[in-house]
């Protein structure tokens, strides 16, 4: 079994800022890539960062220049750190992983979602 956690998320003013957090635990042989998804109320699901293993980052263009992804291969954790927030912001924030654990073929995993709510 695999479960990813998050947390971090809150409600925060325009402009502020808040650091996200997922620590992946359980069966786990190795983690590829981790990332961030986000999902606004009425919206599909968006991706709005990716790190690979060796720290290759990608960013939704929204968010280049506020958002900064990084992990901690050796704690299994993956942050995001999110600046100069904006209204368009608010959304559930989910952690994703591309695991694989022992015996078994690399899966992907979601993590229960964490709220982020960017209001005065």
């Known amino acids: 079994q695999v479960a990813l956690v998050e947390s971090g998320g809150g409600l925060v003013q325009p402009g502020g800022s808040l650091r996200l957090s997922c620590v992946a635990s359980g069966n786990i042989f190795s983690i590829s890539v981790m990332g961030w998804y986000r999902q606004a109320p009425g919206k599909q699901r968006e991706l709005v960062a990716t790190?690979?293993?060796?720290?290759?980052?990608n960013y939704a263009d929204s968010v280049k220049g506020r958002f900064t992804i990084s992990r901690d291969n050796a704690k299994n954790t993956v942050y995001l750190q999110m600046n100069s927030l904006k209204p368009e912001d608010t959304a559930v924030y989910y952690c994703n992983a591309a695991i694989r654990s022992w015996g078994r073929t690399p899966q992907d995993y979601w993590g229960q979602g964490t709220q982020v709510t960017v209001s005065s």
């Open positions: 790190i690979t293993s060796g720290g290759s980052t």
